[in-house]
């Protein structure tokens, strides 16, 4: 598979690798934790979703662009991503507010990215934690995969 420059930088960046229990233990590129090799082997990262609604309850949706390695062109909800393991999205100890106030500093750099919104335009305090999930998906592509 030939990917774009683009692709290509994004996969260098350094994902946060976490246990079960979403406890961080370490980072790795977002290649390795894609790959499904290292997925069946129990890679496991941090992943977020963000889901936009308007002032009328209607949320706003997002096709993945036909460059992505997992899920190319399939609708989705508004943004989803990694936080990455920088300043700012990476927790100092195992806390779940902290862990949380990460991902949202990931989300805004995020929804820049993919659709535009620049920071500042949504505050933090307008991000509302729903939830974890654990998720896996090896079977979309021989070689690439999901496991957040």
Same mark, same amino acid.
């Given at each position: ?73 399939? $609708? ?67 070689? $690439?995969?999901?496991?957040?």
């Amino acid at each position: 598979m030939t990917l774009d420059k683009t692709q290509e930088q994004f996969l260098e960046e350094q994902c946060i690798v976490v246990d079960m229990q979403d406890k961080k233990i370490g980072a790795d590129s977002k290649r390795t934790c894609h790959k499904n090799v290292n997925i069946k082997k129990g890679l496991l990262h941090r992943a977020f979703s963000v889901f936009l609604f308007n002032s009328d309850g209607k949320l706003l949706l997002q096709q993945r662009a036909a460059e992505k390695i997992t899920f190319p062109n399939v $609708w989705t909800n508004s943004c989803c991503s990694h936080p990455l393991s920088i300043d700012g999205e990476v927790e100092s100890k195992d806390d779940l507010a902290e862990k949380i106030e990460g991902v949202k500093t990931a989300a805004i750099r995020k929804l820049s990215h993919e659709l535009g919104i620049k920071e500042g335009t949504i505050a933090r305090k307008d991000f509302h934690f729903l939830t974890r999930i654990y998720y896996r998906s090896t079977e979309d592509h021989p070689e $690439w995969g999901e496991h957040e």
